[in-house]
């Protein structure tokens, strides 16, 4: 889950196929949008806000390779899947 520059919260998910999802308040303490998935796959995910209120989702696949993604601008798009360095699995 992550914190949204004007407040609202996001949440993130996978489910057992490795399908990512997240979700959105679309008002501050309001309701929520409908689940929306995202394109790859991850065994786990986590996101954080960055310091300029964009969000950032980190994810590891099921090789063990990480990897991650950010809004373009607050609130907004999502960029790519980009690959980190190394693997966290022998």
């Excluded at 689940?35 to 209120?53: H, I, M, P, R, Y």
């Excluded at 993604?69 to 190394?86: A, K, L, N, V, Y």
């Amino acid at each position: 889950m992550a914190r949204n520059a004007d407040g609202r919260l996001e949440i993130f998910g996978t489910n057992s196929a490795g399908n990512i999802y997240h979700r959105w308040q679309t008002a501050i303490g309001g309701p929520w949008s409908a689940w929306e998935q995202f394109d790859g796959a991850l065994s786990q995910v986590a996101a954080e806000t960055n310091a300029d209120g964009r969000i950032e989702l980190f994810g590891v696949n099921g090789g063990g390779y990480p990897y991650h993604r950010w809004q373009t601008r607050i609130g907004g798009p999502w960029s790519g899947w980009e690959q980190f360095d190394g693997l966290l699995r022998p």
